[in-house]
């Protein structure tokens, strides 16, 4: 079965600054994909970015990058210049090639200080 | 276009009574997917439909049940509510079952089960 582990259960950066959120994964599958969603205090759920397993380069959206290593099942979220607006709950999830079914992490509450 | 809709968004119930929320994807997606969100065990996958038919179940008890329709909008049903149901219950939808294709979520539906 695929897991997903989300270790740093809060995080904090100052505005401006960067910050890094990590997640592992374990799976036996080559066909994946692995995102990252965010989910203010509203509890909407917004996808932040996403990687598909087969694609060596790192998935960027404006100042969010991720930080894929296919080996080491690692898949960490790079947030630059951090503005007031990041401040939420970020989930790690997998999902496998075939189906819906998102596997979520337990979370990273990030908060961002000014 | 309009979001994914949940109905209702607040719902307080009794113990042992039972209760159904309602979902309705983005127009053209026919895939959708119920995740239950509660403090203590987080994000975890209830269904997954798509085309009428349920293609993936979660690890949950038979009192938890769903259904799509035609139309693509999909129903949940939890009969004999237990406190331990209180939860955010969220839906999303995708154009299309598995795939590449981005999951939308809607707002949820808060249930709370005294």
């Known amino acids: 079965a695929q897991t997903v582990t989300q270790s740093q259960p809060e995080m904090s950066v100052q505005e401006a600054e960067t910050v890094t959120l990590s997640c592992t994964y374990d799976?036996?599958?080559?066909?994946?994909?692995l995102f990252w969603y965010k989910q203010p205090p509203s509890r909407q759920m917004i996808l932040v970015i996403r990687?598909?397993?087969?694609?060596?380069q790192n998935a960027t959206e404006n100042r969010f990058s991720v930080n894929f290593q296919k080996a080491a099942k690692s898949f960490s979220l790079k947030i630059s210049d951090s503005q007031l607006g990041d401040a939420a709950m970020y989930f790690c999830?997998?999902?496998?090639?075939?189906?819906?079914?998102?596997?979520f992490g337990t979370g990273t509450r990030l908060q961002v200080f000014p | 276009k309009a979001g994914v809709t949940q109905t209702p968004r607040y719902l307080i119930k009794t113990r042992g009574q039972q209760v159904t929320l309602s979902c309705s994807p983005i127009?053209?997606?026919?895939?959708v997917s119920w995740y239950q969100q509660t403090p203590g065990q987080g994000l975890q996958f209830l269904f997954e439909?798509?085309?009428?038919?349920?293609?993936n179940k979660g690890n949950f008890p038979g009192r938890f049940s769903g259904r799509q329709f035609s139309n693509s909008r999909s129903e949940m049903n939890v009969s004999t509510l237990e406190l331990g149901d209180s939860a955010l219950y969220l839906c999303?939808?995708?154009?299309?079952?598995?795939?590449?294709?981005?999951?939308?979520f809607g707002p949820g539906t808060r249930l709370t089960v005294t």
């Open positions: 999303a939808s995708t154009l299309l079952a598995g795939g590449t294709g981005e999951q939308y």
């Open positions: 799976t036996s599958e080559s066909d994946y994909y």
């Open positions: 990687q598909e397993a087969y694609k060596q």
């Open positions: 999830a997998y999902r496998s090639g075939n189906t819906d079914k998102l596997i």
């Open positions: 127009s053209g997606h026919r895939s």
């Open positions: 439909y798509f085309s009428e038919t349920q293609r």
